[in-house]
């Protein structure tokens, strides 16, 4: 999945219990671009909307995102929504839930390898559902939260000429807080932190 390096500004592509919580209408549109000038550099772009309703108690929240990284594209397009509770005289805890699909494209025969890899086949517009959930508390001071933004491990299957190869989506965890330090009257200090644990790659 992508690396969100500004991700206390795109929680909502990671956590669907963000959607609402500004309480007011939001759209925010990032592109991050690492290695520029090499090939295959990866380069994701996220555009994000998310609105609380009228009741205040729930958050509507729409993630789009395009991720490529060498030969593989992914672009997803995930519906958020989060039930939220008064859990203090300003603190709220969301309940958010995100569903929707991701079309993954691999252009792997067209990679150059020192000899011939049977595996090295595209994978073409291959149509992947998901959904994920995520817990956000949040106070004016300080916020915290957990999510796994896809829940399913979908398997990726390609023909080769001797046979099937599968790969599949792994499941990732994250963890994200963050703390409100005034400074002074007219400047504060927003440090934060974001954990991530996927299998088969360091925390």
């Known amino acids: 999945d992508p690396w969100y390096s500004q991700y206390m500004f795109n929680t909502l592509a990671v956590n669907p219990g963000y959607a609402g919580s500004a309480d007011v209408f939001t759209v925010m549109a990032l592109s991050r671009h690492q290695w520029v000038g090499f090939t295959g550099a990866p380069a994701t772009q996220t555009i994000l909307a998310h609105t609380p309703l009228p009741s205040k108690k729930m958050g509507l929240g729409l993630s789009i995102v395009n991720d490529k990284i060498g030969p593989t ?3 997803g397009v995930y519906a958020d929504y989060a039930y939220r509770i008064r859990v203090g005289a300003d603190a709220k805890l969301s309940f958010g839930l995100k569903g929707g ?3 993954y494209q691999a252009d792997l025969a067209n990679l150059t390898t020192v000899d011939p890899d049977a595996a090295n086949v595209n994978v073409k517009g291959t149509m992947l559902p998901n959904f994920g959930a995520g817990l956000y508390y949040h106070t004016p001071r300080y916020y915290a939260g957990i999510s796994v933004p896809k829940l399913l491990e979908n398997h990726i299957d390609a023909a080769t000429a001797s046979g099937v190869v599968t790969s599949s989506e792994v499941r990732h965890w994250f ?3 963050g703390y409100v330090l005034d400074m002074n009257r007219g400047l504060k200090f927003k440090p ?3 954990v991530r644990s996927v299998e088969g ?3």
Request: hydrophobic share 60%; glycine share 0%; charged share 5%.
């Open 73 to 75: 594209r992914q672009t």
């Open 101 to 103: 699909m991701n079309l």
């Open 175 to 177: 963890l994200i807080a």
């Open 192 to 194: 934060s932190i974001m």
């Open 201 to 203: 790659a360091p925390l």
